[in-house]
Nanobody
Framework: VQLQASGGGLVQAGGSLRLACAAS????????MGWFRQAPGKERVFVAA????????NLADSVKGRFTISRDNAKNTGYLQMNGLKPEDTAVYYC??????????????????WGQGTLVTVSS
C-alpha cells in the first residue's frame, strides 16, 4: 500500500488543522493506521493510532483531548483532526500502516508502510 499525507500548513496557536492520509494500491480497511511526528533535531514520536476497523484508538498523552484520529475506509483515507494546536506541535507528521491488526501500537517499528510526511507549523 502507498500512503500520501496532506493537510499540513502554518497555523496560529489555538488553531486547527485536519491531516489526511490517502492510501492507494490496497484497501486501507486491511490496515491499522498510525500518525507520528518528528520535530527538527528530534526523534520520531507517536501521536495516534487506530485499528483496522476503527473500533480502537490510542493517543499520546501530549495530544489527548486535542487530537482525534479517525478513518473512512470507503474513501481509503485516514484522518488526524488537530485542535488547540500549540507551538510544541510543530513537526513533520507522518502516517503509517500495518496490515491485519486490531492493535494500536505506538512503536514506529511495528509499522510497515509510511507516507512522505506533511509539515505542520504552529506560530505563537
Amino acid at each position: 500500500v502507498q500512503l500520501q499525507a496532506s493537510g499540513g500548513g502554518l497555523v496560529q496557536a489555538g488553531g486547527s488543522l485536519r491531516l489526511a492520509c490517502a492510501a492507494s494500491g490496497r484497501a486501507l480497511s486491511n490496515y491499522a493506521m498510525g500518525w507520528f511526528r518528528q520535530a527538527p533535531g528530534k526523534e520520531r514520536v507517536f501521536v495516534a493510532a487506530i485499528s483496522w476497523t476503527g473500533l480502537y484508538t490510542n493517543l499520546a498523552d501530549s495530544v489527548k483531548g486535542r487530537f482525534t484520529i479517525s478513518r473512512d475506509n470507503a474513501k481509503n483515507t485516514g484522518y488526524l483532526q488537530m485542535n488547540g494546536l500549540k507551538p510544541e506541535d510543530t513537526a513533520v507528521y507522518y502516517c503509517a500502516a500495518r496490515p491485519y491488526t486490531s492493535g494500536t501500537s505506538s512503536n514506529p517499528g511495528d509499522y510497515n508502510y509510511w507516507g512522505q510526511g506533511t509539515l505542520v507549523t504552529v506560530s505563537s
